[in-house]
């Protein structure tokens, strides 16, 4: 299982970012998907998931409404739109297969910075 974000980077407050995560070593539509984030000192916090059928979604309060979580089975791709960033969005990013982290399987993580 080989996961492998990109798409971080320097962002002033207010703007946006695309991250993106391919995966490889597994059925990719028949799982779940989540981006989650982690600050230095804290937890890695659930950002959002979707499904592997119906592309149901869910989303952490901090970032509903700003946030998109997509997936595209055919690319082996989950999608993170970020709109509307703020300075506490600033994290390191991770994807993962399925809704809790415990698959234990995560990519190298992509930064996102949010400041002016």
């Known amino acids: 299982v080989q996961l492998v974000e990109s798409g971080g980077g320097l962002v002033q407050p207010g703007g946006s970012l695309r991250l993106s995560c391919t995966a490889s070593?597994?059925?990719?539509?028949?799982?779940?998907m989540s981006w989650y984030r982690q600050v230095p000192g804290k937890e890695r916090e659930l950002v959002a998931s979707?499904?592997?059928?119906?592309?149901?979604?869910d989303y952490a309060d901090s970032v509903q409404g700003r946030f998109t979580i997509s997936r595209d089975n055919a690319k082996n791709t989950v999608y993170l739109q970020m709109n509307s960033l703020k300075p506490e969005d600033t994290a390191m990013y991770y994807c993962?297969?399925?809704?809790?982290?415990?698959?234990?399987?995560w990519g190298q993580g992509t930064q996102v910075t949010v400041s002016s």
């Open positions: 993962t297969r399925g809704r809790t982290g415990a698959s234990g399987y």
């Open positions: 979707i499904s592997n059928f119906r592309g149901t979604t």
């Open positions: 070593g597994f059925t990719f539509s028949s799982y779940y």
